[in-house]
């Protein structure tokens, strides 16, 4: 008998977004922008494996990151207001 525990866990396009706590339309810009392709279809669902989770995470912060660098460096704030 399988173990279900050991089995990879698959995720939606949608269910990575609520695990990740973005908005949907947010990962599936850096999904595309990124080439990150699904491994495959679940119905018409595109489906991650788990594993993303970590990647997806970690891009996100640092996009999140970058953008507060750039507005802070747009408002005077960073060197000669350039980034």
């Known amino acids: 008998m399988i173990d279900r525990e ?4 698959l995720l939606t396009t ?5 695990v990740l706590e ?3 339309h947010r990962l599936q810009y850096v999904l595309q922008r990124d080439g990150i392709q699904p491994i495959g279809l679940a ?3 595109y ?3 788990a594993i993303i989770v970590a990647f997806l995470r970690a891009t996100l912060a640092r996009d999140t990151w970058l ?3 750039k507005d802070k ?3 005077g704030g960073g060197a000669h207001g350039q980034f």
């Open 6 to 9: 050991s089995l990879p866990r």
């Open 14 to 18: 949608g269910e990575l977004a609520r």
């Open 22 to 24: 973005v908005p949907l």
């Open 43 to 45: 119905g018409s669902a």
């Open 47 to 49: 489906i991650y494996d």
């Open 67 to 69: 953008q507060s660098v």
């Open 73 to 75: 460096a747009q408002s």
